[in-house]
């Protein structure tokens, strides 16, 4: 059990590696469509297309071209400038397509010595960095909200006649109704006078209770 435990993180170290390895190397069509060739542009074609490119240490050019028709050469920048093959940095490349490894950091120069096809435009400079560079993110802006405007109404001029109060209606008074003609109105019955025959009992009942008191006591 041991053993097998120690085979699969051997395997996944390895994989780690090569995955690695993998991310490190980009490999660069050099002058994409076009290969390496005698521009119609000039030089200004791999000017342009090394100016959209990032090299780093590891990756890889790939010069496509037949073999006999162009060749590879590397050189010092002042060969580079004036198309020399006087001074070339290891061998000519004749066989195509061909595959350069960029192992150091620098500018790097390569040239087709073939009749004029230097003179012509084919001619390869490249600056290698050690690492990518961090690209910073693009922050958008969000669009402003438009503040909305706050309409205030203004206030209606009125006269002193339209601001003064309005009077209350007064009730109306209901007609009284008169009786016919020949016809005498009833009188109201007066209240009968209050009797005050409870309250003489009251007294006498008084009395009599004090009088019977004084002989018992």
């Known amino acids: 059990m041991e053993k097998f435990t120690s085979v699969v993180a051997l395997f996944g170290v390895v994989v780690v590696l090569l995955l690695q390895c993998t991310a490190a190397q980009t490999v660069h069509v050099v002058g994409d469509n076009i290969g390496w060739s005698v521009p119609a542009g000039g030089a200004s074609a791999y000017e342009t297309w090394a100016a959209s490119k990032q090299f780093v ?4 050019l790939l010069f496509n071209f037949a073999t006999n028709e162009h060749d590879v050469l590397q050189v010092p920048k002042e060969s580079y400038d004036s198309c020399s ?3 070339p940095i290891g061998n000519t490349i004749t066989t195509g397509p061909a595959n350069i490894t960029l192992s150091a950091t620098g500018t790097n120069y390569y040239i087709c010595t073939i009749g004029r096809h230097c003179q012509s435009g084919q ?10 560079s961090a690209v910073p993110p693009t922050t958008s802006t969000p669009p402003s909200t438009p503040t909305p405007s706050t309409t205030v109404p203004s206030p209606t001029s009125r006269t002193p006649a339209d601001c003064a109060p309005t009077p209350a209606s007064s009730p109306k008074s209901s007609p009284t109704s008169s009786p016919p003609t020949g016809q005498t109105t009833p009188r109201a019955m007066s209240p009968l006078p209050d009797s005050s025959s409870s309250s003489i009992f009251a007294s006498l009942f008084i009395s009599l209770l004090s009088i019977t008191m004084g002989f018992l006591f």
């Open 123 to 132: 001619k390869l400079a490249v600056t290698v960095s050690g690492s990518p």
């Open 57 to 60: 240490v590891g990756d890889i």
């Open 85 to 87: 093959s006087s001074n």
